[in-house]
């Protein structure tokens, strides 16, 4: 069982920034892929950015060159760092954890929203 907490969202000016957080229970957090998504009012869920167990990342054309995916083993931690946000990067953000090779492990946090205005 992997439980996940998002964290950081909040309401920012466009060109702001944001950190979001992501906290992870268990053990063997190191061989989980982590990704996260974000959902928009009347759209699907999109993969925003991920970073693999092996630290190669990627990250959707909408958001290449703003914001970077991070990963922090020790403490067990995903991070999202944004920058130069723009009204359309409104959206709740979720957490999300797969284990390829391991049946069942893929997981996702509650989310947290992430308003831009001004």
């Known amino acids: 069982q992997v439980q996940l907490v998002e964290s950081g969202g909040g309401l920012v000016q466009p060109g702001g920034s944001l950190r979001l957080s992501c906290a992870a229970s268990?053990?063997?957090?190191?061989?989980?892929?982590m990704a996260w998504y974000r959902q928009a009012p009347g759209k699907q869920r999109e993969l925003v950015a991920a970073?693999?167990?092996?630290?190669?990342?990627n990250y959707s054309d909408s958001v290449k060159g703003r914001f970077t995916i991070s990963r922090d083993n020790a403490d067990k931690k995903v991070y999202l760092q944004m920058n130069s946000l723009k009204p359309e990067d409104t959206a709740v953000y979720y957490c999300?954890?797969?284990?390829?090779?391991?049946?069942?492990?893929?997981?996702w946090g509650q989310g947290t929203q992430v308003t831009v205005s001004s």
């Open positions: 970073v693999t167990s092996g630290r190669t990342t």
């Open positions: 999300n954890a797969v284990r390829v090779t391991m049946k069942g492990a893929d997981y």
């Open positions: 268990g053990s063997l957090f190191s061989l989980y892929d």
